[in-house]
Nanobody
């Protein structure tokens, strides 16, 4: 079983940056596609970004393209989300998630989740 722990959330002003990190224990992440999701206040959880097992492919929801970058370090068992040019609508609890082993990076199936980290963007 994979345990995921997110960190790096906080309060930031509009236009600022944050870097979220997801650390895994229990199993290596190298066989898993990884994703970041978020849940804004009063809304459903939504996909933000996904990355392939090797890290050479990634994709994003349109609203964050050009501002957010997902990356991973399989040697360290971590996945990061660099968030730049933050907007108030980016305010949410952000979750890291792992796919089933060997799932393609475009998978919509994620089976392991972290507890989430709060990101608040103030205007």
């Amino acid at each position: 079983q994979v345990q995921l722990v997110e960190s790096g959330g906080g309060l930031v002003q509009v236009g600022g940056s944050l870097r979220l990190s997801c650390a895994a224990s229990g199993r290596t992440l190298s066989s898993r596609s990884m994703g970041w999701f978020r849940q804004p206040p009063g809304k459903e959880r939504e996909f933000v970004a996904g990355i392939s097992r090797s890290g050479d492919s990634s994709y994003y929801v349109d609203s964050v393209k050009g501002r957010f970058t997902i990356s991973r370090d399989n040697a360290k068992n971590t996945v990061d989300l660099q968030m730049n040019s933050l907007k108030p609508e980016d305010t949410a609890v952000y979750y890291c998630a792992a796919s089933p082993p060997w799932a393609p990076f475009t998978t919509t199936s994620y089976v392991n989740w972290g507890q989430g980290t709060q990101v608040t963007v103030s205007s």
